[in-house]
């Protein structure tokens, strides 16, 4: 009998170190995902959102992040691209018929739902980042006649524009032209750093898949280069710190593997702080923490090269990838549709979590 006390005691160990190691790194279903994904999973430290669409029509729904019922705040056709701060939010609407062309900016009072149009948009909206003063957001004109490869006018665009939150003029960033076959390079918004938005492009020049990092000030000048790498690489910003991947350091792997750089905004250098990942890995930053992911899982990434530590095994057919706090977010596809979920990223979280199980 003396020995009970003890026994119990390693069972409850045994217990809390199950769903430390085991259950709390699982991902904790969420909410539904009704119909098609049409958005990146968007989180801040308030919300978290996405755009659906079904057969019925497009719908921009959200949750409290720490917890409680998904909501739709707004619905229709041709909802596109989404952007959350604070508790408004940000998305697109396509004009409606046939054969459209444009639409508009949209923003959306989380708490009541109310909506109203703030910019109207050259050609199909369909990415937006809110960044404290500025929004921007990157609209794709499709081209006009696909079979005549040689009409300059009729070629497919993409446009960043930006427009200060609270109002006023819009600003046209750039314009990037499609090839003659009328396939658009590919260009994804990062973030503002100081008044200038930065974005990520790839295109083929010739000599093989470029991918180059450029920013513009937010009211309109000059472009700037910040990196270019060879091949199709991903890239993360958030407040003054950018990563993105880049072919491995090791010169018999060149290709088989990436590895990922970090640039502070204004220091003239980058330094490598992690090697050996997939070449099609993606990356996030949450708090200032890097991490990758891969078909091998997500890594936490250290300050220098080698330091890097998988914390969970890549779970099949993940559609989006989202980070904020000491959570991560990804939108997961099964045979009965997709659903939002939720892992821990730090010790404290899977304790939290391992508690509420």
């Known amino acids: 009998m003396r020995r009970l006390p003890v026994i119990l005691a ?6 809390l170190a199950y769903r430390l190691f085991g259950q709390s790194a699982q991902p904790r279903l969420l909410w539904p995902v009704n119909g098609r994904l049409l958005s990146p999973l968007v989180t801040d430290d308030r919300w978290i959102g996405w755009v659906e669409q079904d057969e019925i029509a497009s719908r921009l729904v959200v949750a409290p ?7 739709t ?4 056709e041709g909802l596109s691209g989404l952007a959350i701060e604070g508790d408004r939010a940000f998305v697109a609407r396509a004009e409606a018929g046939p054969g459209r062309a444009g639409g508009a900016l949209e923003q959306v009072t989380l708490p009541d739902g109310g909506a109203a149009t703030i910019a109207s948009l050259v050609g199909m909206p369909d990415e937006i980042i809110a960044s404290g003063d500025w929004l ?3 609209s794709t004109r499709r081209s006009a006649l696909p079979g005549v490869p040689f009409v300059v006018a009729a070629a497919p665009l993409i446009v960043i524009q930006a427009r200060r939150t609270e109002g006023g003029p819009v600003h046209t960033l750039t314009v990037v032209r499609g090839d003659r076959s009328a396939s658009i390079a590919g260009c994804d918004l990062l973030g503002v750093v100081d008044g200038q938005a930065y974005w990520i492009e790839r295109d083929s020049p010739g000599a093989g898949l470029q991918t180059r990092v450029l920013r513009a000030p937010c009211q309109g000048g000059d ?7 060879r091949g199709s690489r991903a890239a993360a910003l958030q407040d003054d710190v950018l990563i993105w991947t880049a ?3 090791d010169a018999g792997a060149i290709d088989s593997y990436a590895s990922v750089k970090r640039l502070h905004i204004g220091h003239p250098q980058p330094e490598v702080i992690a090697d050996w990942l997939e070449p099609g890995a993606g990356v996030l930053l949450s708090h200032g923490t890097a991490y990758a992911h891969d078909r091998n899982g ?4 250290g300050r220098r090269r080698g330091d890097q530590r998988r914390l969970f095994a890549r779970p099949p057919r993940v559609i989006a990838l989202s980070a904020v706090g000491d959570h991560e977010y990804l939108v997961m596809a099964g045979a009965e549709g997709s659903v939002v979920a939720q892992r821990p990223l730090t010790w404290w979280a899977r304790i939290k979590a391992a508690v509420a199980l």
């Open 247 to 249: 072919p491995s350091l």
């Open 136 to 138: 921007v957001w990157r």
């Open 10 to 15: 390693l069972l409850a160990i045994a217990g």
């Open 65 to 71: 992040r720490r917890g409680g019922p998904r909501r």
């Open 73 to 76: 705040v707004l619905s229709g």
């Open 298 to 301: 997500l890594w936490r990434l």
């Open 223 to 229: 472009l700037d280069r910040v990196i270019e790498e």
